[in-house]
């Protein structure tokens, strides 16, 4: 039996914060979730991939965030509790559905997990989902670590059908990614098959309906008001070890992973001030009474929060309104950043810097001092990797162009053609956009242009965009680059592949005749390891007057190798052959596998890093690569 599901309740486990939200679905009963894969959130579906069945839940991989969200929430209207999750860029993609479910609610708990991702990790921009809750009128509740998240999905359950409105559970990329000790719960069992009441008048949001529905909302939003003031989520915690004395009274206003840092400063570094923190866990609607009487109470009130000027525009606001001559000093001070993640050494300068900024002098102890490294990372370009299929078509798609193309880019492993030598990446937007944007090119410059877009985005986002370009006559290339996998968050099954998300059998979709299903009339599949056929097919594609698509058909290399040696086989590796070897640079400055490696102007390649794919055997102009010989090195 998998940890996650032993039904031991006291028992303590170390696991990650997305594993901990995923035990915490199991033990509230979730019957239906699904989501579509998106760092940070992506461990949630892998576990659930996993366990779901063995646990009675049904759970999917839905072909993108809102087909998820509308799974889910279907199922909630119907009466059983649900969980949809997804990274923050994902709730752009349910939107629509969120913003009019606020209208509808639900029946049964319904909770969505927005994963935001400060710093931009794994994605293409930085947002803050706590202006979708306020937007939408949603209930939001903010864990700051695993053991928070598994209590707080409890109590969103509970909010959920108190109200019967589905909540925003926001976490961030620190809280999905790190690992704590949580307890084990009693398991609630799953809703079995329903019968579906039917509420036209509620759930069918015509005009008529949803005028009338709005109405409810801002009614609930009164409730949910009076709930955030007695939440056992928004509270106020004083610092153990430090900073309770000074003859200034000092609030800190705080939420999610922000909290963490805040009282490891405060624990660790003597403001000499009276400090007190209220965290709030509920963050959407706010507290208002107790916002106002913790800020009556303090000399000076810090925002402490990472993303946007959330909390502190709306307390200014607020204590203007009730007219509490409080300063509130945050990230429009210029004490603390907008952009980015905070650590406790930007928690610790904002702090002495906002208290300089009243007359104080704070002298910060130095980071080694006080346990915490001020040491950055060593920088570590992202690259594809050895073996990896897409570099092989990227090869062949410049030579196929002679370089003389732009090259509209999507989300995947493949975003990594931006990177040299490649340099197959002029624009990228979001999912699914390499080929919308592709149209738009195609009628304003003068290059050819070849989109490129992985077979699980494809599948999210890209069957619409390349309908209107068939519509609307676009000419294009369109490459769809089928590695088997949704292979950037960790290999989760896609509609293209004959597995579900329950581990079943699954009917596989095929891209090549979807494709010629809506018009496409040069629709090409190759092999992007055969390079020479690979660019005779992209130069027929580039040639062709209207919309081509070629797919580049090949596994990923990890899943290929996983593969293997379930199958006890062993990979052909590939060494250069000195005496060939004209040093030319061919290998590492063209095509530039990661297995390729220099020892003064000699070329060797790692056997532990090749995949045997076998391109380097076709690029090298001078035959110097091949495959090692029984009994040689």
């Known amino acids: 039996m998998h940890p996650l599901l032993e039904d031991k309740p006291g028992k303590k486990i170390l696991v990650l914060g997305n594993e901990a939200i995923a035990r915490a679905a199991i033990e509230a009963g979730v019957t239906v979730a699904a989501t579509y894969p998106g760092t940070p959130s992506s461990e949630i579906g892998n576990t659930l991939h996993r366990i779901a069945k063995e646990a009675g839940m049904y759970f999917e991989f839905s072909t993108n ?15 059983v509790r649900s969980f949809s999750f997804m990274k923050h860029v994902g709730l752009n993609v349910a939107a629509d559905a969120f913003m009019t479910l606020a209208y509808t609610g639900v029946r049964a708990g319904y909770v969505i997990l927005s994963a935001d991702d400060p710093s931009c990790h794994s994605s293409q921009n930085e947002q803050d989902h706590r202006y979708f809750a306020k937007m939408s009128g949603v209930p939001m509740v903010e864990p700051s670590s695993p053991e928070e998240a598994m209590d707080m999905m409890h109590y969103a359950y509970e909010i959920s059908e108190k109200f019967e409105m589905p909540v925003l559970f926001r976490t961030t990329t620190r809280l999905n990614h790190v690992r704590g000790v949580i307890e084990l719960g009693e398991i609630r069992k799953p809703s079995g098959r329903v019968h579906f009441e039917k509420d036209p008048m509620r759930f069918v949001t015509v005009p008529a309906n949803a005028r009338k529905r709005h109405l409810v909302l801002l009614d609930i939003i009164k409730e949910m008001q009076k709930e955030s003031e007695v939440s056992p989520y928004n509270k106020v915690v004083v610092p153990e070890k430090a900073n309770t004395k000074g003859d200034l009274k000092l609030g800190i206003i705080t939420s999610g992973v922000s ?32 916002l106002t009487e913790f800020c009556k109470e303090s000399d000076l009130v810090l ?6 000027v959330y909390l502190e525009e709306f307390i200014k606001a607020l204590l203007h309104e009730r007219d509490v001559p409080v300063t509130v000093i945050g990230k429009r001070d210029g004490h603390f950043p907008i952009p980015n993640e905070y650590n406790p050494d930007i928690v610790a300068k904002g702090i002495a810097s906002a208290l300089e900024g009243e007359g104080r002098t704070v002298d910060l102890p130095k980071a080694e001092e006080i346990q915490w ?15 990896c299929p897409h570099r092989a078509t990227f090869l062949a798609v410049k030579r196929a162009t002679k370089g003389k ?10 975003t990594l053609g931006i990177m040299p030598p490649q340099k197959t990446g002029d624009l990228l937007i979001c999912m699914g956009s390499s080929a919308g944007s592709a149209g738009g090119l195609s009628r304003v410059v003068d290059e050819p242009v070849i989109a490129f877009m992985g077979d699980s985005t494809f599948f999210h986002t890209g069957i619409p965009p390349l309908v209107n370009a068939v519509h609307n006559g676009h000419r294009f290339v369109l490459n769809i680059m089928d590695n088997a996998t949704t292979a950037m968050t ?13 581990g079943d059998p699954a009917k596989a979709i095929s891209i090549e005749k979807v494709y010629r299903g809506v018009g496409v009339e040069f629709v090409k599949v190759v092999n992007p390891l055969n390079v020479k056929e690979t660019q005779k097919v ?24 996983r593969e293997l040696r379930k199958r006890g086989r062993i990979r052909t590796r590939y060494m250069v052959d000195q005496e060939k070897c004209t040093r030319c640079d061919t290998c590492t400055k063209i095509f530039a596998c990661p297995a390729f490696y220099k020892v003064g102007d000699d070329h060797f390649i790692d056997p532990e890093m090749c995949w045997s794919c076998g391109v380097c055997e076709q690029v090298c102009p001078f035959g110097a690569m091949g495959p090692i010989k029984e009994g040689g090195e």
């Open 65 to 79: 965030e809102k087909v998820a969200f509308e799974t889910a929430g279907a199922a909630a209207i119907a009466g």
């Open 259 to 290: 909290y963490n840092y805040v009282m490891e400063v405060l624990n660790s570094i003597e403001f000499n001030v009276e400090a007190r923190v209220l965290k709030l866990g509920m963050s959407s609607p706010l507290p208002e009474d107790m």
């Open 373 to 387: 490294s001020d040491l950055a990372e060593p920088p570590r370009p992202p690259v594809l990797c050895a073996g």
């Open 405 to 414: 193309a732009v090259y509209p880019n999507d989300i995947g492993c493949y």
């Open 490 to 502: 960790g290999h989760q099954p896609h509609p293209g592949l004959p597995i579900d998300g329950m």
């Open 538 to 561: 992209f130069e027929e594609a580039v040639a062709y007057d209207g919309v081509s698509v070629v797919i580049t058909k090949s596994p990923c290399a990890l899943k290929l190798e």
């Open 303 to 308: 925002t402490v929060e990472e993303g946007e």
